[in-house]
């Protein structure tokens, strides 16, 4: 019997097996990868640091993050806004100076050809010549556009004849000093960030107790939730309370807090904008929610 494991490799052609494996090596081709469950982000977690957040809060679209990362980010962003403003009035400033220095350039010439056309001896002469050299003009101008799509597509490298080949005056975009959320691209103010309070889970052994066991220095915090006192998990649907910023169980809004519209901790009225779904990860690869692999595009191997 022929060693198989052996002479796997041994085929006259260059199989798919053996291409993959050789881009697979030398790193040409789309790399794939699956993301474990520790890649994912906690619900817990700040969508910047994808740290447990010390100071959480949450936007009204339920992207949660850390005080410090968040007031951090909107003073950087505010920073850089004042950055591309100055930027933007020196520029505005040089495309003025320039269009004001055009425009005396237009008028000395055109205050040349007045003086030159009323000069006494030359009246007659220059009128002539004016009046060809404005019929060569109008005679050059139809030649060139009707020769200018072959001699744009005959010249596309040059910077007249490409479409990047702007003035400076037509890049000048006002930046804009709306600071946004760097998860949805909406508006974000400071203002509108609900402070998030959540409450730490409790073993039944403790409760009995009223003990409190100390976490070690690599235990996970575990919450749960601040009405049925069900663990919270990424599996589970979270909304928080804008009233109060307490982090339920999308269960438990259902069944009991949407019946009466009153925030169970403190008593306050609720409205249909006072409940926010919080924005949490995934469990893992089995996950219907979201495609866990990660794709990364390499130069193809030309066999």
Known sequence: MTRHAKNCTAHTVYTY???????????????????????????????????????????TDGFL????????????????????????????????AEARMRTKAE?????????????LETHAKASAQAAEAEALASVLSLRESSDKPALK?????????????????????KPNPVVRCPMSGK?????????????????????????SKKPSGTAETRY?????????????PLVVLKTSGAVVTKEVVDTVI???????????QMQ???FIELQRGSLGFADERNILTAKRHRPSMQT
């Open 153 to 173: 597509a005959a010249s596309f490298w040059t910077p007249s004849t490409s479409n990047g080949a702007k003035s400076e005056s037509d890049d000048l975009v």
């Open 258 to 268: 949407r019946k009466e519209m009153v925030d169970p901790l403190n008593g306050k």
């Open 17 to 59: 097996y053996e291409r993959k494996k050789d881009a697979l090596r030398s790193g040409y081709g789309t790399q794939e990868v699956r993301l474990g469950k520790d890649s994912i982000r906690g619900f817990d977690c700040c969508c910047l640091t994808l740290q447990p957040a010390k100071d959480p809060v949450v936007t």
């Open 187 to 211: 508006p974000l103010k400071y203002k509108d960030l609900v402070a998030v309070k959540l409450t730490k889970f409790a073993e039944d052994d403790q409760v009995l107790t009223n003990k």
């Open 224 to 236: 749960c939730c601040a009405v049925s006192r069900d663990l919270l998990t990424n599996a589970t």
């Open 107 to 119: 008028k000395d010439e055109e205050a040349r050809r007045f003086l030159s056309l009323n000069t």
């Open 65 to 96: 993050y850390d005080r410090a990362a968040i007031l951090e980010y909107i003073v950087n962003q505010k920073a850089e806004y004042q950055r591309k403003l100055k930027l933007f009035e020196k520029q505005k400033g040089r495309a003025e």
């Open 272 to 274: 249909t904008s006072d």
